[in-house]
């Protein structure tokens, strides 16, 4: 294979050999090459295949604009999809693989849609594959997708890190060429905090590329000057591999930088990427500008690029794009190319111009005027070109210029548009205020002299400006160079979603003519270039095409982010259990050894059951209920949100924030509260204990103690900050256990100091700080879920397993079992207890058939809007049991209520079964249901139907307590 | 966003809650006469454009509800009070 390595010049190493593979075979380049410019340099151009047609392409650009070369790169996990080879900095043992090909780069089937072009044009989407509708999903989808897909994902994780981090400064400069290094030094110097961001791998900008002149020693030299001092300054941070990304509310930024893309794998310990958010005082834009590919036949042929991407690749990198070139331009630094290929020994056959004069130097090459580009020749190459007055010249390369683009995406972030600039032909960014301006030829200032003006003058942040250095500009003159309409082949517009010039104009006429709908119906500004190259011209066609002015149609949106961002940098470290944290309770290790099934709820991992050898949840579950029922049982209740409350009007807070009354509480004693939303509909249940005339401990369910939390500090602070009240969460600081069953008293009393338990003592609903074990201090509350004669238990955390396995060994003579939440669950609906299923949201107190714990006496959360009609309506769902009326008969939760003789329709339901339980007790499938009036039907036999899961069967409406309704094993 | 909170500093916006407009009273009155103010408070809220005091939970740092005084359409923020100094206050910031 020819090389393609100039003999002398550009940043690399030529001591260095890297060995890397593209698609399966071997290359080598060196230390400061890319991807991109190690393959011109070995003579490969076709780097990838377009989207829709499967065209052979080469690169376009030599950054982050480019369309084409898009590659897979690595393997395994390491994978990823879509990168650009121009972006892709090469190190040893790199391995990347073309896309969108089969079976081959070089042949490829899907080439064949080129015939059938026709039916590719502007909403081909639209138009073909509308009929027969049902084809869309099963059919057409699919094959589309196979067929125009970009890269593939791996589907194994990502092995390697990601970090996010915070920075702040006074000033952030975007961008290191001449205007980012000027605005960084003048900040710099006045002493301000200095962050100078870039997405390039080396510091330095245009002048990494262009052959300039600044200060008497050339553009590079001068670079490096200022980028010494810099880096020797405390309050300088300079961050290479950096992409700002977005412009955010507050002057924050968000930026990609790529600390670890550039090696084989990253070390250990460090990220791959990090994520920062940069928090600037003032920030200056000093991105640059863009250079615009020219719409003519051929265009996409590999060997067609950027004229300064062709300059970039033999300046920067040592790598001709070519041994004979054309260059096609409409403005003045098309001439720099023919300039610089000819000082690096490359043979430059022309420089074809657009215009009727030019004032810049050609350097002695033929310039032919007003003539263009019509056609180039070649399919995975280039071999030669025709222009418009017929004339065809051999050449392997073709340098293309259409004029330059301001980067003002960051500037329009947060929502303003760019400005058209009849001046230099270019969108320039809108007013976005003192904090952060544009500035160089990102604001349109094109020649040197002025970017570096710009930047010292928008850099400064106190004192005098900076003194500007000399330089050499060169010449910048432009004219309107979009589509040569005389191109019999395809004209691309927008290369990495094949859309040509003609589909514009095509969509004009179809009714597509607001840009933004143009885009849509092309495709055009799409993918991950988002239109970086094919934008302008888009629009100037459009344009002309609608008889408008540039002006007129204006621009699409522009939206973060500037360049794809991968999702681990999104993601950061939070993945898997660092995402969401598991929270195991102080008794979770007893319950651990017992052989404890957990079940995640929320974040608890809580004891669901103990099964015994060969048991399934159910029969776990039963036996744990029969056990505690006719002996003792433990359960571990210590995900129940506890809050302490202390204060002179804790009482009256209390009062405030539960419907039922709490300041009338004697000391010493639990009382079941109801806490409803300010709309009247219940929020949170749970027992609150009054331990001293100012002090209570409250208890919310295990779902909403952050939210009561929340809500209580709300209350407090922003409704009734006249109460003397503090309170705090302390549901992590115990360790809560339930002790129930007729034996629960006998086996406490054995771990109980001193006090000797009776219903004297310790009577029904009683709070009592007391000590266990010898001097451990606790909490014993007489409180029943189960409606067994209960307890709970609270300690402080740490002796929480202690303490557990302390009842288990008191209670091993009664037959103790430890009991999950599954046999918590059926007791409670054998006992007809609301939970979550039944406070859902929806109901109202009177709903759950506790609308007497209402107080009349006072103001308190949802009392007023609880009155409206709607919630009191006797006709409203409220709580029933439901049995089944052939006991053997299996019910489940969600089925519909009907009456008996209606068919199951929306206006015929009644209500549906919130919670279902197998009761050991009563053996049969019991049920809590939220029935219309259910109140007043009991003893109604309906019909309890599933039609999710096809089963039905006849039931009946019941009282919610199945299970001793007397309620005498409470008091046994 | 940056929110400056009166007791932890300019904290990132990611760290707060907010439930919406702070100027709306809670009506003390349980006269049944008063139920369309009560209406109002629980369900009616503007959308204005422009100045806009809301409230935000500082969850993630000292807990404390505050009121932000920003713009909805710039996101430009003004201020930030306690929610206790803003009732206390009558309701402004």
Redesign the interface.
Known sequence: MTSFRLDKGGLIDRSSELNFTFDGKAFTGHQGDTLASALIANGVHLMGRSFKYHRPRGVISAGASEPNALVELRDGGRKEANTRATMVELYDGLIANSQNRWPSLDFDLGAVNSLASSMFVAGFYYKTFMWPKSFWEKIYEPIIRKAAGLGTASKLPDPDKYEKAYAHCDMLVIGSGPTGLMAALAAARSGGRVILGDEGSALGGSLLSEREEIAGVSGYNWAQGVLAELASMPNVTLMPRTTVVGW???N?FGAIERVNDHVIAPSPYEPRQRYW?I?AKRAVLAAGAEERPVAFGGNDVPGVMLASAMRTYANRYAAAAGKSVVVFTGNDSGYRTARDMQAHGVHVEAIIDSRTESKADAGGVPVLRERMIANVSGGKGVAGVELTDHTKISCDAVAMSGGWSPIVNLACHRGAKPAWNEAILGFVPPETGKAFVAAGSAAGRMLLSECLADGASKGTLAGKALAVPKCRDEAFAVSPLWWVKQSTGKAFVDYQNDSTAKDLPLAAQEGYKDIELAKRYTTTGMATDQGKLGNVNAIAILAEATGKSIEQVGTTTFRPFYTPVAFGAFAGPFTGHHFQPVRKTPLHDWADELGAVFVETGLWMRSSWFPLAGEDWLASASREVLATRNGVGICDVSTLGKIDVQGRDAGAFLDRLYCNTFSTLAVGKARYGLMLR??GIVYDDGTTSRLADDHYVMTTTTANAARVM?QM??AH???F?ELDVTYVSVTEQWAQMAVAGPKSRATLQKIVDDLVMSDETVPYMAAKEVTVLGGVPARLFRLSFSGEHAYELAVPADYGNMAARAICQAGEEFGIVPYGVEALSIMRVEKGHVAGGELNGTTTAADLGLGKMMSTKK?YIG???A??EGLTDTNRQCVVGIRPVEPGDRIRSGAHILKLDDKPSMANDQGYLSSVAWSPMLNMWIALALVSNGRARHGERVRVWDGLRGHETIGEICDPVHFDRENKRLHA | MLIPCPHCGTRPVEEFTFLGDASVKRPTSNDPASMDQWFDYVYLRDNPKGRFDEYAHHAGGCRAWLVVSRNTATHEVYGCVTARDYAKAGGKS
């Open positions: 955010f509310d507050g924050i958010r928090i300010e709309d929340a500090e709300f602070q922003a409704l900050p103001d009392r007023m809007m009155m409206r």
